[in-house]
């Protein structure tokens, strides 16, 4: 089946320190990966994605990069600034099969300034 | 443009009671999703509408959740017989034609069953 496994948190970082959230998938077919936000009291949203094997997807300052021999989807941020205080989610879909986003647990980020 | 949006925002309930929660997708998306997401479970996937195929019911958790899409358009999620197990916030989400789209979600209703 498919499955994602994300890095537990919380994890907590003084401002301008470098993020790393860890992400490895399982899938039949070939996905397409996703870092979905959640900033407090809002709702879900795209962070980026990726649907090919070495892509990069990017916005605000993060990157993650498809890593099919790794099978994995690592977020990274080179200085994080108090406003990327959220839960982030990695997720997956493939269009075979079950047309769905199947979630990682989710990781606390808390930046403190 | 509107986003997608979710009513009521916040339904406290008590077990056994239905409850319908309400979802309009973004204009001229085909396909819209219902998510639950829960403290235990995190954010599990509930139900799949592609404009007029049938349902992709799959991660319906039991037969007393149940939902429809009138008009390939505005989509109902109902619970009938409430438990204090389906308290969560439950999410709607719609993209353009496919999953592998980026899927918009709407703010969620809180569900309490007391």
């Known amino acids: 089946g498919n499955s994602v496994t994300q890095m537990e948190g919380p994890v907590t970082l003084s401002e301008e320190a470098f993020l790393t959230i860890n992400c490895t998938y399982t899938a039949t077919g070939y996905p397409s990966l996703f870092w979905y936000v959640q900033y407090p009291g809002e709702g879900l949203q795209l962070l980026l994605k990726?649907?090919?094997?070495?892509d990069k997807g990017s916005n605000k300052g993060f990157e993650a990069t498809y890593r099919k021999e790794t099978t994995s989807f690592h977020l990274e941020k080179g200085s994080v600034q108090v406003s990327d205080s959220a839960v982030y989610f990695c997720?997956?879909?493939?269009?075979?099969?079950?047309?769905?986003?199947?979630f990682g647990q989710g990781t606390r980020l808390t930046i403190n300034p | 443009g509107a986003g997608v949006s979710q009513s009521p925002s916040n339904k406290v309930t008590e077990k056994g009671k239905d409850v319908e929660l309400r979802c309009d997708p973004i204009?001229?998306?085909?396909?819209l999703y219902w998510y639950r997401q829960s403290l235990g479970q995190g954010l599990e996937f509930l139900i799949y509408f592609q404009g007029n195929s049938a349902p992709d019911k799959s991660g319906l958790p039991s037969d007393r959740f149940s939902a429809e899409r009138t008009g390939g358009s505005v989509s109902t999620l109902t619970i009938q017989r409430t438990q204090q197990e389906d308290s969560a916030v439950y999410l709607c989400a719609s993209s353009l034609r496919s999953s592998v789209e980026t899927q918009y979600f709407g703010p969620g209703t809180r569900l309490l069953v007391l």
């Open positions: 990726a649907t090919k094997a070495d």
């Open positions: 204009s001229g998306h085909t396909a």
């Open positions: 997720a997956l879909t493939v269009l075979q099969g079950a047309q769905k986003l199947v």
